[in-house]
């Protein structure tokens, strides 16, 4: 028996995309639901044929018991508000946002009769939108849930089951240690890599036909979408910047020991640095 009457899916690109055909094929509610605010999104949603796709999120979210907001962080709080009139009570409300406290924040825009539980799925990646979407994309992957304890507990616990269905590994914290981790593993990382292919790019000597591996494996992450990642760094600014911060600190310490031909001090840290990339490579 399917886990949903209905799940609506607002915002379906990438991340909504692959929730649609990962549901569809274990089969979790009796019928899925899509928006995106996009037609040629919505053209490529019609194409998987596993949804009805609609143009006005408030009809997509109307019989729904699962409503999934996976649009980008900046507008969680329109999102929330234009999916408020076709809300059923007790209507379960979940999201997929890389930054937590701003969309708890968001999140008081709705009902209190719908009950809202914070998501995090680490499965983006550089290629957005619906055409990359892929039903296995969150096996295997780390899912954050952010509740705040004051939860109905069995909200909470079908959004776990949830997750857990579509192959999740879930982790539990609160809104504020999320955006501190996230912000060290994903938010940090996009904005640096952004850095060093913009200081590449400075470069007399930068020549794009003869860049390797090297320079694409290093700033793979710089070529994801500005207009999700502007929204996502100004929600979590604080810790954003503490680690550029470091970013700079650890770069010139790199630059001190060259310009010194300090070798202990430089094979030292490239050390450091192999130890700790190596260790992302094992499991814990």
Do not use: Y
């Amino acid at each position: 028996m399917a886990q949903f009457k209905r799940i609506a899916v607002v915002g379906a690109g990438l991340i909504g995309g692959s929730i649609l055909l990962a549901a569809a094929r274990k089969g979790l509610a009796g019928s899925l639901a899509c928006w995106s605010r996009s037609e040629k999104s919505r053209a490529t949603l019609r194409d998987f044929g596993v949804a009805e796709v609609f143009d006005d999120a408030a009809t997509c979210v109307r019989g729904a018991d699962l409503v999934i907001v996976t649009t980008p962080v900046d507008t969680a709080a329109e999102t929330f508000l234009a999916i408020t009139p076709g809300l059923s009570p007790g209507a379960i409300v979940t999201d997929a946002g890389s930054v937590k406290a701003a969309i708890l924040l968001a999140a008081r825009h709705l009902p209190a009769t719908n009950p809202f539980i914070g998501s995090h799925p680490m499965a983006g990646g550089e290629k957005a939108g619906a055409a990359h979407a892929a039903a296995n994309l969150f096996e295997g992957r780390v899912c954050f849930l952010t509740p705040t304890g004051a939860e109905d507990p069995k909200a909470l616990a079908a959004v776990r089951l949830f997750w857990q269905e579509l192959g999740s590994v879930l982790h539990e914290t609160d809104a504020a240690q999320h955006d501190e981790i996230v912000a060290a593993i994903s938010h940090v990382p996009h904005a640096a890599a952004s850095a060093l292919m913009l200081a590449v790019m400075d470069q007399p000597g930068f020549r794009r036909f003869a860049a390797g591996a090297g320079l694409r494996d290093s700033t793979r992450v710089a070529a994801g979408e500005e207009s999700l990642w502007v929204g996502i760094m100004l929600a979590n600014p604080r810790h954003t910047v503490a680690g550029l911060l470091a970013v700079e600190r650890r770069a010139a310490e790199l630059r001190t020991a060259i310009e010194a031909n300090d070798v202990p001090t430089l094979r030292r840290l490239l050390a450091e640095a192999r130890i700790a990339r190596q260790s992302l490579d094992r499991s814990e």
